[in-house]
T-cell receptor, first 118, second 111 residues
Framework: GAVVSQHPSWVICKSGTSVKIECRSLDFQATTMFWYRQFPKQSLMLMAT?????????EQGVEKDKFLINHASLTLSTLTVTSAHPEDSSFYICSASPWTPTAYNEQFFGPGTRLTVL | AQSVTQPDIHITVSEGASLELRCNYSYGATPYLFWYVQSPGQGLQLLLK??????LVQGIKGFEAEFKRSQSSFNLRKPSVHWSDAAEYFCAVGAVNDMRFGAGTRLTVKP
């Protein structure tokens, strides 16, 4: 249980184009989804938190107009990198958190998407 | 806000030797603690987690971790390392709708 998928697993695009990455919770409803970014040999940095049906909350320093996040349903969140540039090349990882009555809602991670912008 | 420190950036051990990866956290309340492993180009795999109860937690692949509140630590251990354990290891502390990762420790296993 608690499986999260991401699509695509890798993508190469030209500078100036937009890329959409999907994150799906396959066997549970995710009230909250998270998007992380990981540069080579570095840790995961939280980019934004999204709750189904509401606007995402972005971490300081993350451009909301560049990284568009949509959490339209309880099983799907999308991250769109708009007008991508080579510096946006990175490993993007999503996680999903089901609502539970307990105080802590564990995050389950997707396998990641490798974005390369030429 | 919570934070995690992994003091060792890179550790090398011989195959068959024991392993301990250090993790220290800062959090005002009872922490939810995790260890993840990441192979090159792959996503995160959960090794083990601590929410409450027994402070010695058993995980997958023969790993265990001990929560020590007095030392704010959650060190990961394995009695005998295998070559396939070479990877990046991340400690994380979680709160409601928030999770912070350490910088990671890269493990190299010598034959």
């Amino acid at each position: 249980g608690a499986v999260v998928s991401q699509h695509p697993s890798w993508v190469i695009c030209k500078s100036g184009t937009s890329v959409k990455i999907e994150c799906r919770s396959l066997d549970f409803q995710a009230t909250t989804m998270f998007w992380y970014r990981q540069f080579p040999k570095q840790s995961l940095m939280l980019m934004a938190t999204s709750n189904e049906g509401s606007k995402a909350t972005y971490e300081q320093g993350v451009e909301k107009d560049k990284f568009l996040i949509n959490h339209a349903s309880l099983t799907l969140s999308t991250l769109t990198v708009t007008s991508a540039h080579p510096e946006d090349s990175s490993f993007y990882i999503c996680s999903a958190s089901p609502w539970t009555p307990t105080a802590y809602n564990e995050q389950f991670f997707g396998p990641g998407t490798r974005l390369t912008v030429l | 806000a919570q934070s995690v420190t992994q003091p060792d950036i890179h550790i090398t051990v011989s195959e068959g030797a024991s392993l301990e990866l250090r993790c220290n956290y800062s959090y005002g309340a009872t922490p939810y603690l995790f260890w993840y492993v990441q192979s090159p180009g792959q996503g995160l795999q959960l090794l083990l987690k601590y929410f409450s109860g027994d402070t010695l937690v058993q995980g997958i692949k023969g790993f265990e971790a001990e929560f020590k509140r007095s030392q704010s630590s959650f060190n990961l251990r394995k009695p005998s390392v295998h070559w396939s354990d070479a990877a990046e290891y991340f400690c994380a502390v979680g709160a409601v709708n928030d999770m912070r990762f350490g910088a990671g420790t890269r493990l190299t296993v010598k034959p």
